[in-house]
């Protein structure tokens, strides 16, 4: 069974930085991505990484947010810095095929981790 597995997040001031991490179960998977969702929001989708390395990023998280992963480790980052209340949210990594154009189905999830940011 596939399994992704987040860790990383935690309660933080703003201006402060989390790196997260997906721990994959396999390295089968050609795009892999991070999303976020906030209470009474709508999940977000924040940056995907295909199997080259190539990274997409929404514009909502470019300049802060880096996506990244170690493919010995099968595991995907996530480094958030100049953290913001508004970035509070259960952040999600997800993986599946490649769509092209910085885009990925999600055939998998992870549990998710909490990033609080407080003002």
């Known amino acids: 069974r596939v399994q992704l597995v987040e860790s990383g997040g935690g309660s933080v001031q703003s201006g402060g930085s989390l790196s997260l991490s997906c721990s994959a179960s396999e390295s089968v998977y050609k795009c892999m991505a991070w999303f976020r969702q906030a209470p009474t929001k709508e999940r977000e989708g924040l940056a995907s990484?295909?199997?080259?390395?190539?990274?997409t990023y929404a514009d909502s998280a470019k300049g802060r947010f880096t996506i990244s992963k170690d493919n010995a480790k099968n595991t995907l980052y996530l480094q958030i810095n100049s953290l913001e209340p508004e970035d509070s949210a259960m952040y999600y990594c997800?993986?599946?095929?490649?769509?092209?154009?910085?885009?990925?189905?999600?055939?998998?999830w992870g549990q998710g981790t909490q990033v609080t940011v407080s003002s």
């Open positions: 990484i295909d199997a080259e390395g190539v990274t």
């Open positions: 997800a993986a599946g095929r490649d769509l092209g154009g910085g885009a990925c189905t999600t055939d998998y």
